[in-house]
């Protein structure tokens, strides 16, 4: 199963349309700040999406987060301002722990990070619109489900 992470899109879809064309995902991910672009993310996506409100998603409809299981592993997907995680992901994973949670999906800073734990997994994919990890790229995690049900991270850039 492969399933694509990304986050703060900002109603800059182009780099969302290409990723779509270029890995076909399983489902979509989106970790806030879509900025009103719920419905033409959704459409493009020829799997499910899910979503969840960020910072900058005013009068969205969208939930401000969300738990669903992905193959064996309890998610939980939220845009993070609401959890520190401007000052790293320790925050963010001690409550993802205090929920029963395998993996923390979120996004806010806009850099990318794969932080994996004994217990919990903090993954945020950066920014497709505005990056600001060195070297600017516009970032995404593609995270895979292997046969024996294992997970796989990679951050990847346009």
Known sequence: MKILVVS?????NEN??????????????HCGDV????????QAAQCPV???????????QLPRELELNVGPYKVWVTH???????LGSEHIKREAR???VD???YGHTHKPVIDIGDEVTAINPGSLAYPRQDGHRPSYIIMEID????????????
């Open 8 to 12: 703060d899109t900002h109603r800059r």
């Open 16 to 29: 969302y349309f290409t990723l779509l064309e270029m890995h076909h995902p399983d489902m979509v991910i």
């Open 35 to 42: 900025e009103g672009s719920e419905y033409a993310l959704s």
């Open 50 to 60: 899910q979503m969840v409100t960020g910072n900058n998603d005013f009068f969205s």
């Open 80 to 86: 993070g301002h609401n959890y520190l995680v401007y």
């Open 98 to 100: 205090s929920r029963g």
């Open 103 to 105: 993996i923390v999906m």
């Open 147 to 158: 046969r024996e049900e294992k997970v796989h991270y990679t951050i990847a850039y346009l």
